[in-house]
T-cell receptor, first 115, second 115 residues
Framework: EAGVTQFPSHSVIEKGQTVTLRCDPI?????LYWYRRVMGKEIKFLLH????????ESGMPNNRFLAERTGGTYSTLKVQPAELEDSGVYFC?????????????FGPGTRLLVL | AQKVTQAQTEISVVEKEDVTLDCVYE???????LFWYKQPPSGELVFLIR??????QNEISGRYSWNFQKSTSSFNFTITASQVVDSAVYFCALSENSGYSTLTFGKGTMLLVSP
């Protein structure tokens, strides 16, 4: 079974440009999460989809970030326009409930550098 | 608010040494889950263990063992007879309640095992 995949693995862009990150969850997982780790800090939650609906987007830093999950399969996270402080590693995770228990499985992350 | 503290930023050991990674958490909930993830150089976060707040039994899986103590709000991770392949960043994480719940991560501990 394929794990969570993310594309691209690395992205270097200039301030003001737009970048779109993609996440493909584990097949059959309804839950999809985005997290971000800024250099030297904790991994922080950004948002959570259940199928195609946004369940919780309280961690989104500002309106320059837009996440979508059309059709409840893969998800995209667009940053427009990118700022220097957006640099970091963006992780995607997916999960499926088993009873009341959930374990999130993570992808390899996308390393974003904004110059 | 929930919080996870991994006080050890970096640990260096020599192969075959035992090493313990500390994790202290804060939460107001009585029902919560604790996790450990491993991030090898390839970058993905690999799930290691999930423990719920009602199960304080220690767990052993091969060379890995976990010590959960609610009295001290700690969930420490010990690697016995460490190997070079154990070199990675290890993250402790907490989620509150059952149902949909985002993960709160510690800053991670980088473990370097030298031959």
């Amino acid at each position: 079974e394929a794990g969570v995949t993310q594309f691209p693995s690395h992205s270097v862009i200039e301030k003001g440009q737009t970048v779109t990150l993609r996440c493909d969850p584990i097949s059959g997982h309804d839950n999809l999460y985005w997290y971000r780790r800024v250099m030297g800090k904790e991994i922080k939650f950004l948002l959570h989809f259940v199928k195609e609906s946004k369940q919780d987007e309280s961690g989104m830093p500002n309106n320059r970030f837009l996440a979508e999950r059309t059709g409840g399969t893969y998800s995209t996270l667009k940053v427009q326009p990118a700022e220097l402080e957006d640099s970091g590693v963006y992780f995607c995770a997916s999960s499926q409930f088993s009873g009341s228990v959930e374990t999130q499985y993570f992808g390899p992350g996308t390393r974003l550098l904004v110059l | 608010a929930q919080k996870v503290t991994q006080a050890q930023t970096e640990i260096s050991v020599v192969e075959k040494e035992d090493v313990t990674l500390d994790c202290v958490y804060e939460t107001r909930d009585t029902t919560y889950y604790l996790f450990w993830y491993k991030q090898p150089p390839s970058g993905e976060l690999v799930f290691l263990i999930r423990r719920n707040s009602f199960d304080e039994q220690n767990e052993i899986s091969g060379r890995y063992s976990w010590n959960f103590q609610k009295s001290t709000s700690s969930f420490n991770f010990t690697i016995t007879a460490s190997q070079v392949v154990d070199s990675a960043v290890y993250f402790c994480a907490l989620s509150e309640n059952s149902g949909y719940s985002t993960l709160t991560f510690g800053k991670g501990t980088m473990l370097l095992v030298s031959p």
